[in-house]
């Protein structure tokens, strides 16, 4: 598991969207479908770019972060973030 702040980050590697019909999903796992990009989801309001940008450089080198946050209708902060490597190797 991954933490950052003494908190536990969720993330998963980002599957593109041509992948996400599962009969196209099966053809390019047939090819050997590598990814770069991981998606963190379930973030906090006060987590920033620059906080994974430098806890996951440590795996790799980094192309892009993009850390997107809303606010749910009851007030509850909703964040996910892309992180993409410059080596698939580095999402392993």
């Known amino acids: ?9 969720h993330l998963q590697r980002f599957i593109p969207p041509q992948c996400v019909n599962p009969r196209n999903f099966a053809d390019h796992l047939g ?8 998606f963190l989801h379930r973030l ?8 994974f940008v430098n806890y996951f450089q ?15 209708n009851y007030g509850k902060s ?10 698939y190797d580095s999402v392993g």
Do not use: K, W
């Open 58 to 72: 440590q795996f790799g080198p980094i192309l892009d972060c993009r850390v997107c946050h809303s606010t749910s």
């Open 31 to 38: 090819i050997h479908l590598t990814v770069n990009e991981i």
């Open 78 to 87: 909703n964040g996910y973030a892309f992180v993409r490597f410059s080596d």
């Open 1 to 9: 598991p991954h933490t950052i702040d003494e908190r536990i980050i």
């Open 44 to 51: 906090n309001a006060g987590e920033t770019r620059e906080m």
